[in-house]
C-alpha cells in the first residue's frame, strides 16, 4: 500500500508541475549531466502547503521525478541516435531474485529468445524460466521485439517461473505444466475433429457450444478447433487461479486468449466465456501487483462489460428470465467494477474510481453470506460451494436455498445420464460402421428398423447397402432373407485373414479396398463383396468402425468436459508408440484434474480477496482526497 500512496504522491506532484511548467531536468534544477543541482526551497514549501505533506516528502518526491525525467531524456535521445531502446522491466513470481525491477537496453530488432537471454544475465534465473509479457500479450521467442508492438521506454512485466508450485507435481517446471496443458487441449481439439468426421446429420457426435439461451451455434471446424483450445485452457487457467497461482494462470489464460482471436467476433459475443477470461486476466495482473504495467486492462474490462450486458441483460434482467436469479453472477460484477475502479484509480480520474468502487461494494453486501446458514447447510451434507451458490441464489433464505441446491443437483444428473447416452450412441455409431457411399450408418435408422422387429445384424447390412435409405432398407431386407441371419454388429475388431483377402482379391477387387470392406463388415466376404460390387470397387476412406477412437466432450457457455476413451484401437492411430500413447494419456488425466466439477464453479468466488483490494483502494481514495 506503501508504494502505491507513494505513486499516488508522485502523480499529483507531477500535475502541479506541469501546471507552473516546472521542468526538472533543465537548469536550474538539473545540471547539463543530469546531476541534482539546486530545487529552491520556497517551491518546495509551496507544493507542502498545496499537497498537505511535509517538506521532506515533497523534497525527496520531486528529485525521484527528476532523476525519472532525466533518464527517460536519455534514453529518448539515446534510441534517436543509435536505435538503442531502454525497457522498463518488473518481476514477479517466485525464485531468487537479484532485484525486482530494473531498465534494459536492447536494440528492438532482436529476437524475443534473445531479449530472455539478456533478461536471464540481469536477474539470475534461466531463459526457461521467464516469461515475458508486454502489451498483453507473451514475447514470442522467434519474433523480433519491434514486431510485437514493443517501444522505446515500454513497460515489461516478466513472471519468473519456479521449479514447481505448492500444488503441482513434485519437481515439475510451471513452463512444462504449460506446454502439456496446451498439449492436452490440443488432444482434445483434434479428438473432438475427428468425432466430426463422422457426423452425418448437422452437429451430432463433435463439441456442442450453446448460447445463454441454449441455441446451438453452428461454427466452422477451424474456429471450433480454436474455441476447443482456448476453453480448455481457460478452464487450466481458471484452476491455477482457484490455487492462488497468479502467475502460471496468467500465462495460461493468455495462451486462451490468443486461442479466442481466432474466433470470429459474434461467436465471442454469444458465450461469456471471453468476458470471463478478460476479466481474469486483469484480475491475474491487479494480485500481481502490475496493474499500472498493463496497457490494455481498460479496454479488457470495457470489453468485459458490454458482453456481460449482451448476455446478461443491462441489469441482469435477462440472466433472470434465463436462469431465475441473478445473485450467483453478482460476484463476477463485484470483480468487474472493483478492477475498474483500480484502473480509474492509477489513471488518476478519482470520481469515476469512487463510482465504480462504490458498485462494487453494494454488489459486495448483496452478496454476503449468512455463516451460520452456510453451516447448517454444509451440516446437511451440501459442499461449501453448493451452500455459498444456494444462499447468494436465493438471498440467504434457508429453505430456497435447500430447494435451488437440489434442483441443481438434479439438473447435474440429468445433464450427465444425457451424455452417458450420447456416449451411449457415439460408441453404437461407431460400432455400425459405414455405408456404401462413405457416409455412417444412422443410429436413429438403425433403432427405426430393430423397432420394427428386423434383427440388428440384417438392419446394419440393409442400411449400409441403400445409403441410409430407409424405405429401399426394408425392401432388401424383405427381398433378401438371408440378411435376417446376420450377426450382430460386432465392437471389437476383426482379424482378417490370408485366406478372406485372397477370396476377394481373385474376384479382381483391389487388395486395399478388400481389406476395408471385409473390416467394415466383420470379415463377411458376401457382404463385402456387395459393398464393393455397390461402390464399384472404390470405397471413400477408411471404413472401419473399430478403429475410431471413443472420446466424448460437452461444452457449455462456461463450462467443458472431457472423458478420454479406455478402449482406443491401435487402428486409429498404428504409428503411435506406447511412450506417445502414455503421453496423451497423461495430458488427458491432468486436463480433466483441473476441469470444473460442475457449470457454475467459475461462479464460487468467496470474495475475500475482493474485500480487502476493495477496502485498500478506498482508504487510498480516502487518504489523497485532500491533495
Known sequence: MGSIHTEEVQRHLRQALNRDKVKLWESPYSREDGTAHQIPENLILKYSEELRLSKDVVAANMEELRLHAVRKLASRRKFQTSGVATLKIKLAGKGNLKCSSFELETTLQILGKAFKKLLSEKCGLAPDHLKPIAVGRVIKDDVPLSSQHISNNAQVLVICLSESEAEAQRKEEQVS???RAREGAELLADTLAADDDMEHDGNQYGLQIADQT????QI???EKRALTVAMALNERGKAALKRKQHGEAL????????????????ILQAVDNYA?????????????????????????????????????????ERLTTVKGSSGQEKALFVRLHLLQGVVFFHQGRRNQAVAELAKADAFLRQLQVDESKLTELMTMGFSGAEARLGLRACSNNLQAAVTHIMQKQEERREIKKKEQEERRQKKLAKKLGKTANGDWVKVDLYNALVNMGFPKGGAVAALQQTNN?????????????ELLTLPDPNPGPVSITDEMLAQLVSLGFDPEMSRRALQSCQGMAQRAIDMLLQSGGVLPGVSSASGSTSTSSSSSTSSSSATPSSSSSSDASPAKSPEELQREKEAYEELASDLADH??????????????????????LASTLSF
Not at 500465462?251 to 459474434?266: K, T, V
Not at 479488457?300 to 458482453?307: A, I, P, S, T, V
Open 220 to 222: 466452422p471446424r477451424e
Open 469 to 481: 435409405n430407409i424405405q429401399q432398407a426394408i425392401q432388401v431386407l424383405q427381398d433378401q432373407p
Open 214 to 217: 441454449g441455441r446451438a451455434l
Open 276 to 316: 470471463i477470461l478478460c476479466l481474469d486476466i486483469v484480475w491475474c495482473y491487479l494480485c500481481l501487483k502490475n496493474v499500472t504495467a498493463l496497457p490494455d486492462a481498460e479496454n479488457r474490462l470495457q470489453k468485459c462489460e458490454q458482453l456481460f450486458h449482451k448476455s446478461y441483460g443491462s441489469n441482469l
Open 177 to 179: 505444466k504449460v506446454r
Open 251 to 266: 500465462l495460461l489464460l493468455l495462451e486462451a486468449d490468443r486461442e479466442f482471436q481466432q474466433c470470429r467476433s459474434e
Open 599 to 620: 457449470e457454475e464453479d467459475y461462479l464460487d468466488l468467496t470474495l475475500e480477496e475482493e474485500s480487502v483490494f476493495l477496502q485498500e483502494y478506498r482508504a487510498l
